[in-house]
């Protein structure tokens, strides 16, 4: 009976400590070494991969994974 007033009012609290952090979120921007290594540079990408080619481009997809 403790157990489950304990759980309920984790529960409670959790969900109102959340609500008070939600204006502290900020974005953290990668750095530019990182953007420039990533693998996904190709400025085409996001055309090729939009939902008016999906599913197909699913295809497209699965060959530029490397599977182990």
């Known amino acids: 009976m403790a157990e489950l007033r304990q759980t309920r009012m984790a529960a409670e609290t959790s969900e109102a400590q959340i609500a008070v952090h939600w204006r502290e979120e900020e974005y953290y921007y990668p750095p530019a070494t990182f953007i420039g290594q990533a693998n996904m540079a190709d400025p085409t990408i996001n055309e090729r991969f939009s939902e008016k080619n999906f599913p197909e481009c699913f ?10």
């Open 59 to 68: 295809r497209e997809y699965a060959d530029l994974l490397s599977w182990d």
